[in-house]
């Protein structure tokens, strides 16, 4: 064999491992991230209701996700992309990092934008996140896609009530009361009730000062 015939032989040999090499990382980093996946989602449902142990956990568990995001950047793991987003946004939340967890659930939104839930975690987030205003946009999206979802309903009804919008705050309240289940009633109840009574404290001293004008007025006469 000549020299040049050795040269392209070795050639060609190293185009096919360099080849081989990519593809094998490349599945390689989709399996690993895949593999991670399955590994982590258990673990962050068991933090959901554990503040501590989620601030403790959830950074690690956060930069392995992040790190397998590109290798699941394609249209075949397109819902394994999604999966992993959720997972980080579910954590960022239940560790109480609202800003970030309505960052991640936003690009759900984008992903998915006729799923209201995902407006909805964004605005629950957003309002925690001390963004009331933004909040209550969003959350308006979610009833807009579900006009007979109650939990958006309520959502909206406590975020207007927070923002001082009375009569919307009403009106979102009236209408949970209608199709909540029966279990969770008396809760929304005593919630409304509490806004009726807030808002009947607030409007008394006009009341009075209107009757005191009247009085007045008639004294006068």
């Not at 690993?32 to 956990?57: T, W």
Request: overall charge positive; charged content about 30%; aromatic content about 10%.
């Amino acid at each position: 064999m000549s020299l040049q015939h050795k040269k392209l032989f070795f050639g060609l040999i190293a185009v096919v491992l360099i080849f081989f090499t990519s593809t094998f990382l490349k599945n390689w980093g989709k399996t690993v991230a895949e593999k991670n996946i399955e590994d982590i989602a258990p673990k962050v449902k068991a933090l959901k209701s554990n503040y501590l142990a989620a601030k403790k956990q959830c950074p690690e568990i956060i930069g392995k996700l992040k790190e397998g995001i590109p290798d699941l950047d394609k249209p075949e793991t397109k819902l394994k992309k999604l999966l992993s987003i959720k997972l980080i946004a579910d954590c960022y939340e239940y560790s109480k990092q609202h800003s970030n967890a309505a960052e991640y659930y936003s690009q759900l939104a984008q992903a998915e934008p006729q799923q209201a839930r995902w407006y909805g975690a964004v605005a629950e987030n957003t309002f925690k996140a001390g963004r009331a205003e933004e909040a209550i946009r969003l959350t308006h999206l979610a009833t807009q896609l579900e006009p007979n979802n109650y939990k958006w309903l309520i959502q909206e009804a406590r975020i207007a009530a927070k923002l001082g919008l009375d009569e919307k705050a009403q009106r979102a309240y009236e209408k949970a009361l209608k199709i909540v289940p029966f279990e969770e009633i008396s809760k929304v109840n005593a919630e409304y009730e509490l806004l009726l009574t807030k808002i009947q404290q607030r409007n008394a001293p006009i009341e009075e000062s209107y009757q005191s004008s009247q009085v007045s007025e008639e004294a006068g006469e």
